[in-house]
C-alpha cells in the first residue's frame, strides 16, 4: 500500500506544469537555504572545500542556487519519470557535441557515457530513447516496497537499469561487448575504491569505469543536461579526459575525476554539492559533515 501511494503521489505531481515544478522546487531551496537544513549544511561544506578562492559571498550565492537548482530536479522528476515523450522532448532546448557520441558508437568496441548529477540528469534517460536503448547503473531505493515501481518507472522509455551489485556489472560488460551503450553516474561514493582526487581533495572512487574500458577497449564520452534560463534545458557531449584510457588504473581513475570537474566546470551551481561525497577520506584525515559532533578522524 506504502508503494502504491508513493506512486500516486508521482503521479499527481507528474502533471504539474514545468514551470510550476520549477517554481515550487525554487521555492523548496530558499527556504532549505534559510533554516540552514542539513543539505544546505553539507552543499556549504562541499563548496568551502572545493572552492577555496572564492569570497564568502559568492560561495553563499553558490549554496544557495545549488540548493534551489536541486530542489528544482526534484520536482521535474516524476515529470521525467512518467511524462510522455512528446512532452519531455520540448523540454530539451539545445544539443551540442552529438558527433562525439556518433564517432564513439562507430569505433564498434561499446560506449561509456558519463553522466554526473548535473541539471536533471533523469532527462538524459528521455533524451537517449531518440539513438535507440542503453543499459544504465542505478541505486534501487532503500525501500524495497518502491524498488520494483521505481525500476519500471524508470525504464519508461525502453532502456535498461541494473543494480549496483555483481550481475549488474556483468550485464555492462555483456552490453559493452555486443557493442552497446552504457551510462554511469560517476560521482557516487562507491562501496569500495581507491582513493583518488577530485577538486583537490581525495575521495573514494569507483574503479568500474578503467575496468570496463579495459576489458572491452570501450570508447567514453561525457554528457550534462542543464537547465537554461528560460526553464528548458540543454543537452552537451564532451570529450573525457584521455587518461582514462590509461592501463594505469591510478591514472585512469583520476581522469574520471577530472572529466567530473570539466562537467562541473559548464554549471557548478547545478550540481548536486549536498552530497556527501567526501564522506569517506583516506586514514588520518579529519571527518567531514560532523556537524556540532565530537571532531574525528578516519
Not at 101 to 126: R, T
Not at 208 to 217: E, S
Not at 226 to 246: E, I, S, T
Not at 258 to 286: D, F, H, M, N, S
Amino acid at each position: 500500500m506504502t508503494g502504491h501511494a508513493a506512486v500516486v503521489l508521482l503521479r499527481i505531481l507528474s502533471l504539474l506544469p514545468r514551470k510550476i515544478s520549477q517554481i515550487l522546487g525554487q521555492v523548496i531551496g530558499r527556504i532549505n537555504y534559510i533554516f540552514n537544513t542539513r543539505a544546505t549544511k553539507i552543499s556549504r561544506e562541499n563548496i568551502e572545500l572545493c572552492f577555496p578562492s572564492l569570497s564568502a559571498s559568492e560561495k553563499d550565492l553558490l549554496v544557495d542556487k545549488s540548493l534551489r537548482h536541486t530542489a528544482q530536479t526534484m520536482f521535474e522528476t516524476p515529470a521525467v519519470w512518467l511524462g510522455s515523450k512528446r512532452r519531455l522532448e520540448s523540454w530539451i532546448e539545445n544539443v551540442s557535441g552529438e558527433s562525439l557520441l556518433a564517432e564513439a558508437k562507430d569505433y564498434g568496441k561499446g560506449v561509456i557515457v558519463l553522466l554526473p548529477h548535473l541539471g536533471n540528469w533523469e532527462l538524459f534517460n528521455v533524451y537517449y530513447s531518440r539513438h535507440g536503448t542503453m543499459t544504465a547503473l542505478y541505486h534501487p531505493p532503500r525501500q524495497a516496497f518502491l524498488r520494483p515501481a521505481m525500476r519500471a518507472i524508470r525504464q519508461n522509455f525502453g532502456n535498461e537499469l541494473v543494480a549496483t551489485n555483481k550481475k549488474g556489472v556483468t550485464r555492462l560488460y555483456r552490453s559493452l561487448v555486443s557493442g552497446g551503450v552504457v551510462t554511469i553516474l560517476p560521482d557516487q561514493v562507491p562501496g569500495s575504491g581507491v582513493f583518488s582526487p577530485i577538486f583537490g581533495h581525495a575521495a573514494l572512487t569507483d574503479r568500474l569505469i578503467p575496468r570496463l574500458i579495459q576489458k572491452t577497449g570501450a570508447r567514453v564520452v561525457a554528457v550534462t543536461v542543464r537547465r537554461r534560463l528560460n526553464g528548458k534545458f540543454m543537452v552537451a557531449w564532451q570529450a573525457p579526459d584521455v587518461g582514462v584510457y590509461d592501463e594505469s588504473e591510478t591514472i585512469a581513475v583520476a581522469a574520471v575525476n577530472k572529466t567530473i570537474e570539466a562537467c562541473v566546470a559548464l554549471e557548478p551551481a547545478q550540481y548536486q554539492w549536498e552530497y556527501k561525497r567526501y564522506r569517506e577520506r583516506p586514514p588520518g584525515e579529519k571527518k567531514l559533515y560532523r556537524f556540532h559532533k565530537q571532531e574525528g578522524f578516519h
